[in-house]
């Protein structure tokens, strides 16, 4: 098992470019399913996450072929109904393949996900509102078995338009019953749906290809369904999650990052929490320039849906309050198992108490490099970002995370002055 080793203590500077959106590459990787003909996907990151879709894909009968950052997808032709266990277990997303199997072929068997150990992310929400379009659905083993009452390849039969109300806001569930409803006989109302910039991402590239969708970005999106979806060529837009990462690497150094090719407007609440903390923040070009300083002023966020400041950015701004001037208090609204890098900070020196879904960080002067070891994608980057501002040595074991999220995050650093390094094959 691969270990990072991270020799703190040196001021990042240069240039450093954002690689696709894993977040907005899943689904639309997905949606190639509701359809025939050829897609050609760019700027699609060479991550895990996206090489099990693929794999899933293939499973399922779609053509591909790889070219660095481009793809070539044909669904002509699918040949299986089945995400199986083997493929699903490793990536949560993969449930994405369900309301588009559904769409295109009128059944589908599909593995109950797996992913990060961040807390419980139920699928109730997708399988009430595919109910509610006319699914049967049945969790039997493990397996979420569900269809139409007869396939539409044999009597026409589709799903039906309807009105869905999501208890909870849930991405995934938007993203899958939005793709369910593209091939659905009359209109379907997604109400509290998500509003992230990915699923603005996946509604372009449905609409690209035929789709009539409106509403995406706002809590209450509008689908009416279509016959059939066309081909399309298609760029995936840059990922705002590593882009925030970045910023942070830069802050917790005190370097000068220019973070290349992201879009400012999907960062506003990072972009504001880093700036309260005093953090200078330039946007310049297709970029962002970030300019740290020695200790950070401690600031308080709490994670909320889009376009409040994103869970997938909490442990990154933990590591960066840790060596903050004072205290400061951050809490967790989305997931309640996402304090597992605690432990680990306090390895390295961090003051950090929790109560209840918050944590309670009083900034130290310095953190101190300690062997830790990564539970989850993001606190994977939570202990890196503080092992480049950590005295001495860190390393960060299990570390196998990273890569289903970031793209050669130790190549990227390296070359903006970082003295990182994986080290292979071992625990």
Same mark, same amino acid.
């Given at each position: 098992?691969?270990?990072?080793?991270?020799?703190?203590?040196?001021?990042?500077?240069?240039?450093?470019?954002? %690689?696709?959106?894993?977040?907005?590459?899943?689904?639309?990787?997905?949606?190639?399913? @509701?359809?025939?003909?050829?897609?050609? #996907? !760019?700027?699609?990151?060479?991550?895990?996450?996206?090489?099990?879709?693929?794999?899933?894909?293939?499973? =399922?009968?779609?053509?591909? /072929?790889?070219?660095?950052?481009?793809?070539?997808?044909?669904?002509?032709? =699918?040949?299986?109904?089945?995400?199986?266990?083997?493929?699903?277990?490793?990536?949560?997303?993969?449930?994405?393949?369900? &309301?588009?199997?559904?769409?295109?072929?009128?059944?589908?068997?599909?593995?109950?996900?797996?992913?990060?150990?961040?807390?419980?992310?139920?699928?109730?929400?997708? #399988?009430?509102?595919?109910?509610?379009?006319?699914?049967?659905?049945?969790?039997? %083993?493990?397996?979420?078995?569900?269809?139409?009452?007869?396939?539409?390849?044999?009597?026409?039969?589709? =799903?039906?338009?309807?009105?869905?109300?999501?208890? !909870?806001?849930?991405?995934?569930?938007?993203?899958?019953?939005?793709?369910?409803?593209?091939?659905?006989?009359? !209109?379907?109302?997604?109400?509290?749906?998500?509003?992230?910039?990915?699923?603005?991402?996946?509604?372009?590239?449905?609409?690209?290809?035929?789709?009539?969708?409106?509403?995406?970005?706002?809590?209450?999106?509008?689908?009416? &369904?279509?016959?059939? =979806?066309?081909?399309?060529?298609? +760029?995936?837009?840059?990922?705002?999650?590593?882009? &925030? !990462?970045?910023?942070?690497?830069?802050?917790?150094?005190?370097?000068?990052?220019?973070?290349?090719?992201?879009?400012?407007?999907?960062?506003?609440?990072?972009?504001?929490? @880093?700036?309260?903390?005093?953090?200078?923040?330039?946007?310049?070009?297709?970029?962002? +320039?970030?300019?740290?300083?020695?200790?950070?002023?401690?600031?308080?966020?709490?994670? @909320?849906?889009?376009?409040?400041?994103?869970?997938?950015?909490?442990?990154?701004?933990?590591?960066?309050?840790?060596?903050?001037?004072?205290?400061?208090?951050?809490?967790?609204?989305?997931?309640?198992?996402?304090?597992?890098?605690?432990?680990?900070?306090?390895?390295?020196?961090?003051?950090?108490?929790? /109560?209840? %879904? %918050?944590?309670?960080?009083?900034?130290?002067? +310095?953190?101190?490099?300690?062997?830790?070891?990564?539970?989850?994608?993001?606190?994977?980057?939570?202990?890196?970002?503080?092992?480049?501002?950590?005295?001495?040595?860190?390393?960060?074991?299990?570390?196998?995370?990273?890569?289903?999220?970031?793209?050669?995050?130790?190549?990227?650093?390296?070359?903006?002055?970082?003295?990182?390094?994986?080290?292979?094959?071992?625990?």
């Amino acid at each position: 098992m691969d270990k990072i080793v991270i020799i703190g203590g040196q001021r990042l500077e240069g240039e450093i470019p954002i %690689s696709g959106s894993k977040n907005a590459a899943l689904p639309i990787l997905a949606a190639t399913l @509701l359809g025939k003909g050829d897609h050609h #996907l !760019t700027n699609v990151p060479d991550l895990k996450d996206v090489t099990t879709i693929l794999k899933l894909l293939r499973r =399922l009968g779609v053509t591909i /072929q790889e070219d660095g950052d481009s793809l070539a997808l044909n669904a002509s032709t =699918l040949t299986s109904y089945d995400a199986p266990y083997d493929l699903v277990k490793t990536m949560r997303a993969s449930i994405l393949v369900l &309301g588009p199997l559904l769409a295109r072929l009128g059944e589908a068997k599909v593995s109950l996900p797996g992913g990060c150990a961040i807390g419980a992310r139920p699928i109730n929400l997708h #399988l009430m509102g595919l109910e509610k379009m006319g699914c049967e659905i049945e969790i039997r %083993s493990g397996y979420v078995y569900a269809r139409l009452l007869g396939s539409p390849a044999k009597n026409n039969k589709r =799903l039906q338009g309807a009105r869905i109300y999501l208890d !909870t806001t849930t991405v995934t569930g938007t993203e899958n019953l939005m793709m369910a409803a593209t091939l659905a006989n009359g !209109t379907t109302i997604l109400e509290n749906a998500a509003r992230e910039p990915e699923v603005i991402d996946l509604a372009n590239f449905l609409c690209c290809r035929g789709a009539k969708i409106s509403g995406a970005g706002t809590d209450i999106i509008t689908i009416d &369904g279509v016959e059939n =979806l066309k081909p399309m060529d298609y +760029r995936i837009m840059p990922d705002r999650i590593e882009a &925030g !990462t970045y910023m942070v690497a830069g802050a917790i150094t005190g370097g000068n990052l220019y973070v290349k090719n992201c879009i400012p407007r999907h960062l506003e609440a990072v972009i504001f929490k @880093l700036k309260e903390a005093g953090v200078q923040i330039i946007e310049d070009g297709d970029g962002l +320039r970030v300019k740290g300083l020695e200790r950070p002023r401690p600031v308080d966020v709490k994670t @909320l849906p889009y376009p409040g400041f994103p869970t997938d950015m909490q442990a990154q701004m933990m590591a960066l309050m840790s060596i903050g001037t004072g205290r400061c208090v951050i809490t967790e609204t989305i997931f309640e198992g996402r304090f597992t890098h605690v432990g680990e900070l306090r390895r390295m020196g961090a003051d950090i108490k929790i /109560q209840g %879904s %918050s944590a309670i960080i009083q900034g130290v002067t +310095r953190l101190l490099g300690a062997p830790v070891m990564a539970s989850d994608l993001r606190a994977s980057a939570c202990l890196i970002l503080s092992g480049l501002a950590a005295e001495g040595e860190t390393q960060v074991l299990r570390v196998y995370h990273l890569d289903r999220g970031y793209e050669r995050i130790e190549a990227k650093l390296q070359k903006v002055g970082a003295k990182i390094m994986r080290s292979k094959g071992e625990s």
